[in-house]
């Protein structure tokens, strides 16, 4: 178990799906989410719908099919199925029992984002919790390209890895994170707990700018920067960061806004996928150059490089965490945030379990 | 478990174990065979024996070894074993003990098949059931080459593909199941239960003839065929099918033995392999251009790549059934046919359940 | 179980761990032994350490990480560990509590091989057994590569194929087998029971020589020689071999050690990586033209292509013996040998286990 919880994840959340592009018209799409195999389709109005990925027929898989007018037909016999789960059509066969049926999971699509509901569908409701993103829809200001890997890790060693950024300084030397390895290790860190999750920033005052945001800002040689980390927790699985740097004496702690500097945000959404293994959708925004489609490439391309190199160790941690369960951990003064991401989200599932006790 | 009994597969019974050229005269041949790992090997006579793929003495693969005049000889430290299992040399000693020896299994070699069995020895019979395909041996109207493709899937579920055509028009759309889609679909479909397992015919009259049928028979555009799909299945293991097509208004019904248009015999051996895979043997045999070689390859392409199609749903269907074994199925008019087949073939395991019982 | 023992290797002993050379100034190394994954460094003196392959903050592995001056650093916080398991930094705290440590194993680096003692350190002792072998220290006369491969077998599977040589000329019929093949199954064998292991000595006298044996020493068409195999097997998991041939006449069983011939010494330490994998480390050294660059690695390129045919049975026999534990096998006259390295290897474990029982 990688929480101190039994169970794993909370149910009755929204969950990150899917990019909206990835679900094309004519063919599902299939994802393992929260241990269960989904098959995500866009109907004829171009609604999005999700439904448990196995034909109540003979369970063969309905990625393996078509999306049809009535709605997404299996590719074995044919069968039909809308997206409320319900079978519509069967071939050969004039009368349809009732019990022809697939389960089907509530649908939200929001800022270039499927979101889905695992847990009681009754619960589900736009007015819980979905993280508000607005620069997805903001192109023009803040350009973009969305992507997503799938790590073989624990989704919350993800989250663990963004709430300790000193990590950086060791991980990440050759983009985010040369320059100044003790003043990055030493930075100001203000942490702050949150009803939803836990926020933090922290910042490097007249710091050697790392490799990514020279490349990016244009740095001279020689400049010094003050720079920031900013950084959301929101539960159970997405984290939002506000990231930048302003050369020294241009006032970057009382307005990051201003141009001429590096200023980018990133959108993290991880969803656990199995318990050893989860999808990670990232976005790194570029707020300091948005008419400079090549900027925007050349940060997703350093970002992209990054993350891989946290993969690498988060799937290596996995493995060893998970053979070694029984041994203990050593938590340090930089773990704080995490530490508190970790409350928030084990609060939360046990908040559920004590909801479901209670209403048995 | 992918069937309503304890045990998944009959044991006294003659299973496809190879093809009868597969067997060389040097090198034995692996496979596994109901969980049981065999090598065969032919002897000096040219008799095909089937050992235990483990010698006795540090359970080396007999398969690594080498075929000799006295039998077949362990690579490691030379022990050599006759047909029957027997221990027949052991370098180094003279006296041989009686229970160095590997357990053999019998082997029946007819129609360029070898048959093996897998039960209790002393029940095997030539007398039992064991399939007659007398055109494997005709090859001057029925020529042919054999197969055998590797699945992993249960063995039941490719006998369970065989037993509903309806699939075909979906998965098929580009050899064997194109043209009218639900004329395929709404064929008449004669089913008969036999003591052995159950046929059926299905007829497709008017209908615009599929791919694989044109480019065989050469039907000219525009014409319409009566086709038929005659299937047998014969506990545990095996499809003797018949099909083909004949121009509207030549009789196909009263006489499918006219030439001039598409008649061919398939035979299909399905043995298990493990619980989740199996071997397909399977062999086209063209009758309808018995002198054309090109036609016998081309008929031998298209049905590869059918049967290619269908493995893709095959191993699809087996993960997601084995996967949610829990959650039920619904059954539709078109499964009557494979109702009848799983139904022989859990009456056959009961009754040798039942025997072992009343034996004990 | 491979072995007749609750445990299937011994804890309180020596196991060759690395060569000396694989062990780099400024990456560690890693190796999973005994079941343990271990991580391997040199220091800033170039002693080397052994640590478990976790860092206890957040269960990373190290060999992740960099030497540094200090000791090994964590590649994902910055963590140093010196060479006894203690944490000398924390990144970004002043403290380091005495809890902050991994396990370390005693090492000892001798004639060019890294011992490692897995079992209970108190009683780790230069005393205690570990194989001699000048041989690696004398390059002018007996120059060798070393060299290592990851096995998919139970190490005593390697054992015994080396306390049995009858395998020779069935396996390796292309280098040290070929020849005379009842000669090599009927040599003169005498088997000596030591207090650590077995000795034995093999002599095939005025018989055709193998390849590896021709083309190293260059004997001429028609040469019968006599050839010996002495090889000894030390408890756990080291077996120390002296092989060669002399021409007919020339006196070899009274004096071994005459120019002209073929002769070589072998090392070989297997050390259990899990209970069905292992280590093969392994030497041939050149005694019979030392001077001669090209014979080394002639011969190196011989015994290499020899143990890959030697793996190929082993991995196989691993596999079915694993899947068959239930089944019998049968002694031959030409397991003594590999019976008493079992016994001694057997004894070893049993007289650790009481000894851990009297200590309770």
Same mark, same amino acid.
């Given at each position: 178990?990688?929480?101190?919880?039994?169970?794993?994840?909370?149910?009755?959340?929204?969950?990150?799906?899917?990019?909206?592009?990835?679900?094309?018209?004519?063919?599902?799409?299939?994802?393992?989410?929260?241990?269960?195999?989904?098959?995500?389709?866009?109907?004829?109005?171009?609604?999005?719908?999700?439904?448990?990925?196995?034909?109540?027929?003979?369970?063969?898989?309905?990625?393996?099919?078509?999306?049809?007018?009535?709605?997404?037909?299996?590719?074995?016999?044919?069968?039909?199925?809308?997206?409320?789960?319900?079978?519509?059509?069967?071939?050969g066969q004039e009368k349809?029992?009732?019990?022809?049926?697939?389960?089907?999971?509530?649908?939200?699509?929001?800022?270039?984002?499927?979101?889905?509901?695992?847990?009681?569908?009754?619960?589900?409701?736009?007015?819980?919790?979905?993280?508000?993103?607005?620069?997805?829809?903001?192109?023009?200001?803040? !350009?973009?390209? +969305?992507?997503?890997?799938?790590?073989?890790? /624990?989704?919350?060693?993800?989250? *663990?890895?963004? &709430? $300790?950024? #000193?990590?950086? !300084?060791?991980? +990440?030397?050759?983009?985010?994170?040369?320059? /100044?390895?003790?003043?990055?290790? *030493?930075?100001? &860190? $203000?942490? #702050?707990?949150?009803?939803?999750?836990?926020?933090?920033?922290?910042?490097?005052?007249?710091?050697?700018?790392?490799?990514?945001?020279?490349?990016?800002?244009?740095?001279?040689e020689g400049t010094l920067?003050?720079?920031?980390?900013?950084?959301?927790?929101?539960?159970?699985?997405?984290?939002?960061?506000?990231?930048?740097?302003?050369?020294?004496?241009?006032?970057?702690?009382?307005?990051?806004?201003?141009?001429?500097?590096?200023?980018?945000?990133?959108?993290?959404?991880?969803?656990?996928?199995?318990?050893?293994?989860?999808?990670?959708?990232?976005?790194?925004?570029?707020?300091y150059k948005p008419r400079?489609?090549?900027?925007?490439?050349?940060?997703?391309?350093?970002?992209?490089?990054?993350?891989?190199?946290?993969?690498?160790?988060?799937?290596?941690?996995?493995?060893?965490?998970?053979?070694?369960?029984?041994?203990?951990?050593?938590?340090?003064?930089?773990?704080?945030?995490?530490?508190?991401?970790?409350?928030?989200?084990?609060?939360?599932?046990?908040?559920?379990?004590?909801?479901?006790?209670?209403?048995?």
């Amino acid at each position: 178990m990688f929480l101190d919880t039994e169970q794993q994840w909370p149910l009755n959340a929204w969950y990150h799906a899917a990019w909206a592009y990835e679900i094309k018209d004519e063919k599902p799409l299939a994802r393992t989410l929260l241990n269960e195999e989904i098959v995500l389709f866009k109907d004829a109005e171009g609604k999005v719908h999700a439904l448990e990925d196995r034909c109540c027929h003979r369970a063969t898989p309905l990625r393996l099919g078509d999306v049809v007018t009535e709605g997404l037909q299996c590719g074995y016999h044919g069968l039909i199925f809308n997206g409320a789960g319900k079978c519509v059509r069967i071939p050969g066969q004039e009368k349809i029992p009732p019990y022809a049926k697939v389960r089907s999971f509530p649908i939200i699509e929001r800022q270039e984002i499927v979101w889905i509901w695992m847990g009681d569908p009754t619960l589900a409701d736009e007015a819980e919790l979905i993280v508000d993103f607005p620069w997805n829809d903001d192109h023009e200001n803040w !350009p973009h390209f +969305h992507d997503m890997y799938e790590v073989e890790c /624990n989704y919350m060693l993800l989250i *663990d890895n963004l &709430m $300790d950024l #000193t990590h950086i !300084p060791y991980i +990440h030397r050759n983009t985010i994170g040369g320059g /100044n390895q003790k003043g990055q290790v *030493d930075a100001s &860190m $203000d942490v #702050t707990p949150r009803d939803t999750g836990v926020h933090y920033i922290r910042w490097m005052e007249g710091i050697v700018p790392p490799p990514t945001y020279v490349k990016g800002a244009g740095f001279k040689e020689g400049t010094l920067v003050d720079r920031w980390q900013e950084f959301e927790y929101v539960v159970p699985s997405t984290v939002v960061q506000w990231t930048g740097a302003l050369e020294v004496g241009r006032g970057a702690k009382d307005n990051r806004e201003q141009p001429g500097g590096f200023n980018i945000r990133l959108y993290h959404g991880v969803t656990p996928r199995t318990e050893n293994s989860c999808y990670y959708f990232w976005t790194p925004l570029n707020g300091y150059k948005p008419r400079d489609k090549e900027a925007t490439k050349l940060l997703h391309k350093e970002i992209a490089f990054t993350f891989n190199e946290d993969i690498e160790f988060l799937e290596s941690q996995q493995a060893c965490m998970a053979a070694t369960m029984e041994k203990g951990f050593v938590d340090i003064k930089h773990d704080s945030a995490r530490l508190l991401a970790r409350r928030s989200i084990e609060l939360m599932i046990r908040k559920e379990a004590t909801g479901k006790l209670a209403a048995e």
